[in-house]
Nanobody, 122 residues
């Protein structure tokens, strides 16, 4: 199960952090990522972090590079995304998941949480 939190309303140029908590060993053993879904668009990966066995290296989408920072804490299983200098085009619902996304235990599709809504507006 993946539970996101920390979304909200922020003015352009502001900062916000979203966090995610998961159960089990999925966090510590896997590459983890933040995705977002903007209105009318497909869900996209914005940031990813490798497991500690791979030095926790990070990757970012070009649109957020230099503004967003992904981090993980395997004790407890927490994934965070610090977002600075937010822009209106960052508005969307932010989800955490593995990279690639985890599947549901029953095999019926991908496992997604409820997401954290971020709105950047003046």
């Amino acid at each position: 199960r993946l539970v996101e939190s920390g979304g909200g309303l922020v003015q352009p140029g502001g900062s916000l952090t979203v966090s995610c908590v998961g159960r089990g060993r999925m966090f510590s053993l896997n590459r983890m990522a933040w995705y977002r879904q903007r209105t009318g668009r497909e869900r996209e990966l914005v940031a990813a972090v490798a497991p500690i066995t791979a030095d926790e290296s990070t990757d970012y989408a070009d649109s957020v590079k230099g503004r967003f920072t992904i981090s993980r804490d395997n004790v407890p299983n927490t994934l965070s995304l610090q977002m600075n200098n937010l822009k209106p085009e960052d508005t969307g619902v932010y989800y955490c998941n593995g990279d690639p996304p985890f599947g549901k235990p029953d095999g019926t599709g991908e496992l997604w949480g409820q997401g954290a809504r971020v709105t950047v507006s003046s």
